[in-house]
């Protein structure tokens, strides 16, 4: 696997393989992975020639007083998983390679939907992620980009970015993966204590409860989240930052559940703030 810490070498590589007539496949991380990401770099794999991974913590999608300084880092063990499933060349670039130190320019979504859900409370959080995803698009030029529906919010901006941008290139979701007892795998979650790791699971619980009400028929979008929230809040170390029902494509909150939904919440267990999410057209299959 290629370790590739500047720009210049990217585009050197993509070019030459974009020369063999190659594809080339772009999982954006911020490192410290885990088997949700690994899913992510086995399904590029199955759809791309090759595979570049980015390592990269972001730090215009952090605000004031989030964890940009804390945020765990392991690059050796992301290495060695991500050269275990067959990627092909890593990026990990310094700050300093990825933003100038005057840098003003910025890619924003001027709708709604960044404001929604985590952007309530995270205003910046999305201006940040779509700027760094373009500049890695503009880097890799890669042909399938594969981001994981854990962060349903941000793979629907992606989406939007792209259409709007006219990148031309295919965006794939890949299904969240979970823990045996069903907490969705995140590199937060080892912030959490034994006891913080237990109370946590209310979240999946939350969400498995959500999908058996709309198999059950339910379509009362504000009946669905009460249920919800009302299943979080037995749990005394979960505080909720939101649980809401929404368009999946749009990110407007719905009532009714009429079309493909996104249920989505965010919790914070003690200081640790998590999230999970269910699509309801997904509760079907």
């Not at 210049?8 to 393989?17: F, G, N, Y």
């Not at 700050?95 to 859900?117: K, N």
């Amino acid at each position: 696997m290629i370790i590739a810490e500047t720009i210049a070498q990217v585009r050197a590589q993509v070019k030459e393989w974009k020369k063999q007539g190659l594809t080339v496949g772009l999982v954006p991380t911020m490192g410290y992975l885990h088997e949700g990401h690994a899913s992510l770099v086995d399904k590029a794999v199955s759809m791309c020639d090759r595979v570049v991974a980015s390592d990269f913590v972001n730090p215009t999608q952090f605000g004031p007083n989030e964890d940009l300084e804390s945020y765990p880092r392991d690059f050796d063990r992301d290495c060695a998983l991500l050269e275990g499933h067959g990627c092909s060349m890593v990026f990990h670039p310094s700050v300093e390679e990825m933003y100038a130190p005057d840098a003003a320019t910025f890619v924003e979504i001027l709708s709604d939907m960044p404001g929604q859900l985590c952007g309530k409370t995270r205003p910046i959080h999305f201006r940040g992620v779509c700027t760094v995803v373009s500049k890695l698009f503009n880097i890799v030029t890669p042909d399938k980009a594969f981001f994981g529906q854990k962060d349903a919010q941000q793979l629907a901006i992606i989406r939007r970015m792209v259409r709007d941008m006219s990148y031309g290139i295919e965006i794939v979701g890949c299904p969240i993966v979970r823990e045996a007892d069903g907490l969705a795998k995140s590199s937060r979650n080892t912030y959490l204590s034994a006891e913080e790791r237990k109370a946590a699971l209310v979240l999946s619980k939350a969400v498995f409860l959500g999908e058996k009400l709309v198999r059950e028929g339910e379509t009362d979008a504000d009946k669905l989240v009460s249920e919800m929230k009302a299943c979080i809040e037995a749990e005394k170390l979960a505080k909720i930052d939101y649980v809401s029902a929404v368009d999946a494509v749009t990110m407007e909150s719905v009532h009714r559940i009429d079309r493909p939904v996104l249920v989505a919440m965010a919790v914070y267990i003690g200081k640790t703030r998590l999230i999970d999410n269910f699509l309801t057209e997904d509760c079907a299959k």
